[in-house]
């Protein structure tokens, strides 16, 4: 072997035994992506959209996710431009027309309230299939970092209003698409996972 391949052999076990690698320059640096913080700025202050529609809310669901928890209002046909909502912390939940107290479990009480009824507005009957004071049915919270306690409150007036226990007030924020109201809640203020 010539001195040139010794040269080149001696600096390749050295760069081997270091541990240095090339990355393509376009990489991320692993430190970059073991700490993406997660999005926090929505804050814990109301949020409000005034809309209404007549087409009513069939479902509610729940969602588990890096950085948040998620509650999904399904109102199916109703476009985006036509959903309304007010989504407030509360001291406690009450239904709205009797006053009643609703008991939430957890730190703090999300109120939320989608302006479209839980019931057909030409009959009457109900097509979301909750009771008031009652948990909302199909939604288990177990597991959930943020989550505690869901209730629905009823339907008044052609507003749904709902029932969210969370951990402790956090910050949350309210996204629409057609048919759907969602409301995310971080897992923490600083936005670590």
Same mark, same amino acid.
């Given at each position: 072997?010539?001195?040139?391949?010794?040269?080149?052999?001696?600096?390749?076990?050295?760069?081997?035994?270091?541990?240095?690698?090339?990355?393509?320059?376009?990489?991320?640096?692993?430190?970059?992506?073991?700490?993406?913080?997660?999005?926090? +700025?929505?804050?814990? *202050?109301?949020?409000t959209? #005034? =809309?209404?529609?007549t087409? /009513?809310? $069939?479902?509610?669901? &729940?969602?588990r996710?890096?950085?948040?928890?998620?509650?999904?209002?399904?109102?199916?046909?109703?476009?985006?431009?036509?959903?309304?909502?007010?989504?407030?912390?509360?001291?406690?939940?009450?239904?709205?027309?009797?006053?009643?107290l609703?008991?939430?479990? +957890?730190?703090?009480? *999300?109120?939320?309230?989608? #302006? =479209?009824?839980?019931?057909? /507005?030409? $009959?009457?009957?109900? &097509?979301?299939?909750?009771?008031?004071?009652?948990?909302?049915p199909?939604?288990?919270?177990?597991?959930?970092?943020?989550?505690?306690?869901?209730?629905?409150?009823?339907?008044?007036?052609?507003?749904?209003?709902?029932?969210?226990?969370?951990?402790?007030?956090?910050?949350?924020?309210? *996204?629409?698409?057609?048919?759907?109201?969602?409301?995310?809640?971080?897992?923490?203020?600083?936005?670590?996972?």
């Amino acid at each position: 072997m010539g001195r040139k391949s010794r040269s080149w052999a001696a600096l390749l076990v050295a760069v081997t035994a270091l541990g240095v690698t090339t990355l393509p320059a376009d990489a991320a640096p692993v430190a970059a992506v073991q700490s993406t913080a997660c999005p926090t +700025g929505w804050g814990s *202050l109301a949020k409000t959209r #005034t =809309a209404g529609t007549t087409t /009513p809310v $069939t479902n509610v669901r &729940t969602g588990r996710h890096a950085c948040y928890d998620r509650m999904v209002i399904d109102i199916p046909g109703a476009s985006r431009s036509h959903l309304g909502y007010s989504v407030r912390y509360v001291s406690h939940l009450y239904q709205d027309g009797s006053g009643r107290l609703i008991p939430v479990g +957890g730190g703090a009480v *999300l109120e939320v309230r989608v #302006t =479209a009824p839980s019931y057909d /507005p030409d $009959t009457g009957a109900p &097509t979301y299939p909750a009771k008031p004071g009652r948990s909302l049915p199909g939604v288990d919270l177990t597991g959930y970092r943020t989550f505690r306690d869901t209730r629905f409150a009823g339907s008044f007036e052609g507003d749904t209003q709902l029932g969210l226990g969370v951990r402790a007030r956090l910050p949350f924020r309210v *996204l629409l698409v057609d048919g759907h109201v969602i409301v995310d809640v971080a897992h923490n203020w600083t936005g670590a996972r």
